[in-house]
């Protein structure tokens, strides 16, 4: 794991907008797993300016979401579909053809998963996957207690992550969806890179146990530590339960200095 340590959230998502932008300046069809929720906004303003200012093409990019509420529709205001057309799909020019996500009905949905996951590999398989976390370590819809190695299936969400999204449907927890459809852990760790970002400190102890604690299914996100190639991107106060946060700091300012010399 490469540990990441930004002063502010706005930092936190210009950094991980850097990384995607690099990667698809060195290929144009870049393969790109989506998360949704509140810490990826930022990044994703951060791409549409580059898109907007810079030029960045998403022409030939692929993208593959994480997951997807069941029982809404996908024009729902709350729904993931309508979350990514707010915030990216409408402001840069991937085509419509190249953007999968999950349905969000419960109709036929073993059908649906093997060929989303047909689909990525299709694709080539996922370039880098972006990833949020919940308070209880979840990463997409995989809750406590999923297996390190599932595939997208329909899941059943937990108490606290109803809690947590009762918010966007009126502050009522019954309102939320009770399950939806997600990638599993053992999809989003075949993804070339995966991409963690986490803000503040109520992500903290998350943070903590996914990257210094065991590696157990109560912690979906700590299995990242087994993955070669995660980059885990938080500000201070998300960073703020780890004991090791000199050393990461160290790592990452020679990472740069080493960068600088090679420029």
Do not use: W
């Amino acid at each position: 794991m490469e540990i990441v340590i930004q002063p502010t959230y706005a930092r936190l998502a210009e950094v991980a907008a850097e990384i995607i932008r690099d990667a698809l300046l060195k290929k144009p069809n870049l393969v790109l797993g989506l998360a949704t929720g509140s810490t990826p906004i930022g990044v994703y303003e951060a791409l549409v300016e580059m898109h907007k200012t810079d030029g960045l093409d998403f022409s030939g990019v692929t993208t593959f979401n994480l997951d997807e509420y069941v029982g809404i529709p996908s024009d729902h205001p709350y729904s993931y579909h309508t979350f990514m057309e707010t915030h990216l799909f409408s402001l840069i020019n991937i085509p419509p053809e190249n953007r999968h996500i999950p349905q969000s009905t419960a109709v036929g949905h073993v059908g649906f998963c093997e060929r989303y996951e047909a689909a990525i590999v299709a694709a080539g398989g996922i370039d880098i996957q972006v990833l949020g976390i919940g308070k209880d370590g979840h990463i997409g819809f995989n809750e406590p207690s999923s297996s390190l190695g599932s595939r997208t299936r329909i899941k059943t969400l937990a108490r606290s992550t109803l809690e947590a999204n009762a918010p966007h449907f009126g502050g009522t927890i019954d309102a939320v969806p009770k399950m939806a459809i997600t990638m599993g852990v053992g999809t989003i760790m075949e993804a070339n890179q995966c991409l963690l970002l986490a803000s503040g400190e109520s992500k903290a102890a998350a943070i903590a146990n996914a990257v210094e604690g065991p590696i157990t299914a109560e912690v979906p996100a700590s299995v990242l530590q087994m993955h070669p190639q995660t980059v885990v991107v938080i500000d201070e106060a998300a960073a703020s339960q780890l004991k090791r946060i000199d050393y990461y700091k160290e790592v990452y300012a020679n990472k740069l200095e080493l960068l600088d010399q090679e420029i």
